[in-house]
């Protein structure tokens, strides 16, 4: 299995706080990932990394931030947590820009009342 | 807009009957991927078809891929119970590196 690990794994928080998640991996992969998992929806790439310090959005990225500080960690960061962001969010990495699979880690639960 | 469609949505099937799963898309793409996810937890990766008429194996699953139809197939041969679980397809366009997943497939296989 793919060395990735999501912290927290659940939480449970307030509108209008900010929150964290952490993504660690020990692959030492250049690609990282921000997904969020909702009923109907499938996942929807939040934002993802192709190195140190270098992101892009996608294609639902309002209301999210990310920082890539070290090729091991992705952070995902809600500035102001909204009900509409209560999910379950997985990181992924690949080894390869394009035609390589993503490996996922397993989650964080995350809700906010 | 691109669109990632998988159906059935919801799928109950007999043990040792044989089902096909389908997943459209509607971009350019030669690049689709497979993956399992059991209740609660992570994606598994599955497959991975990166050329038009690619067919993939793996015990009683085969995936296909016909990229002039944007269709992909996820077929279960003679299922068990082990086989339930949910899957999901994923495109990655030729023109770009994100993957665009389906809404997924729940499979319940009932003995």
């Known amino acids: 299995d793919a060395g990735i690990t999501q912290s927290p794994r659940h939480k449970v928080t307030e509108t209008g706080t900010p929150v964290t998640l952490r993504c660690h991996q020990t692959?030492?992969?250049?690609?990282m990932y921000w997904y969020r998992q909702d009923p109907g929806h499938g996942l929807r790439l939040i934002h993802y990394?192709?190195?140190?310090?270098?992101?892009d959005k996608g294609e639902v990225s309002d209301g999210y931030s990310v920082s890539r500080s070290k090729t091991e960690d992705f952070l995902l960061t809600l500035e102001s947590a909204t009900s509409s962001q209560t999910s379950v969010y997985f990181c992924?990495?690949?080894?390869?820009?394009?035609?390589?699979?993503?490996?996922f880690g397993d989650g964080t639960r995350l809700s906010i009342l | 807009e691109l669109k990632v469609e998988q159906n059935p949505l919801f799928l109950s099937m007999q043990e040792g009957k044989n089902y096909t799963i389908y997943c459209n898309y509607s971009?350019?793409?030669?690049?689709l991927y497979w993956y399992r996810q059991d209740p609660g937890k992570s994606l598994e990766s599955l497959f991975v078809l990166l050329s038009n008429g690619a067919v993939k194996q793996e015990g009683r699953l085969m995936a296909s891929l016909d990229t002039k139809a944007r269709l992909s197939t996820l077929h279960i041969t003679a299922a068990v119970h082990d086989l339930s679980a949910t899957y999901f397809c994923a495109v990655e366009p030729n023109t770009g590196n994100q993957f665009y997943f389906g809404t997924g497939t729940s499979l319940t296989v009932i003995p």
């Open positions: 992924a990495i690949s080894e390869l820009r394009v035609q390589g699979p993503q490996h």
């Open positions: 971009t350019t793409s030669d690049r």
């Open positions: 990394s192709y190195g140190v310090k270098d992101t």
């Open positions: 692959e030492n992969h250049r690609y």
